[in-house]
């Protein structure tokens, strides 16, 4: 229920109350009545505010990109910058909403990825409108081979089966004061990444991270599914602590560091996952969640 209705509903009974000058039961079930309703207005839930900062390797760590992300029962919300990024693991749904325009998009992963490609299939349709007419056969296949492979029909989804292992190092360096056990992770004898266990981080008890990685498979048509982070092997680690440090080798020569800066246990309303009031319905382009066309 709204705060604002439950206020008026609050004030209403109180103000009978008083008229009516209720019995002492009666009175103490109203009061039973007002603490439900207040309580349901923002449930609160235990959860864990997490700061991350994620650089290459030739950058220097101050001019890294920070994000702050929370993570509550059924919910995790993202905060970079101006925009808001809110999954609702339980309900399945996305909301991104932008401080600065005050502006907002909701809706399911299949509503996301439908809007994103009808602007992509606009963009090129533009453009061969633009293109030389010989060669507008070749650039449509060329933008349908694309968009197919970054929004592929689930149904032809194609999971190419990847070999990881993993290899415990040992103790590794402290983070944020914590002792931490290092892994090492590799696909085909190759290695992909190094992960860094704060066992003293929890974090795992009060979010279910099974579940973001369905609700990341259903938002990326499957393709999230394929990496290693949606394995049973990633699972069981994060199950033993918080990855508060990762080094991943990329096809292209660089090595991308995240790194955990602030971790600490809170709690948090379910108010704090929703859309702040006065903010308008807009497109994923208007909100800043992609630039658009």
Sequence with gaps: MPQKNTMKLTKAISQKCLTLRLKANDMRNLCALLLFLSVQSGVANGGWI?????????????????????????????????????????????????????????GSPEQFNSEIRADFERMIEGNLLRAEEDKRDA???????????????????????RNFSISKVGDGEKVLGHSTQTYKVFEDGQLLETIWISPALTIANEFDFVALSKFLNNLTKGAYANSFESTAQYFDLIGKGYPVKVEIVRTDGYTYISDIIDAKKTTLSTDFFAIPNGFSSASLAQVGVWNGL
Excluded: C
């Design 50 to 106: 997490v700061k991350t900062r994620y650089y290459n390797l030739y950058e220097n760590p101050l001019n890294a990109r920070v994000e702050t992300t929370y993570f509550s029962k059924g919910f995790m919300r993202t905060d970079n910058g101006d925009l808001v990024t809110i999954f609702n693991i339980e309900k399945g749904d996305i909301t991104y909403y932008n401080t600065s325009n005050r502006t907002y998009w909701q």
């Design 139 to 161: 650039m449509r296949r060329m933008y349908d081979e694309t968009l197919n492979s970054y929004f592929p029909n689930p149904s032809e989804f194609e999971l190419i089966p």
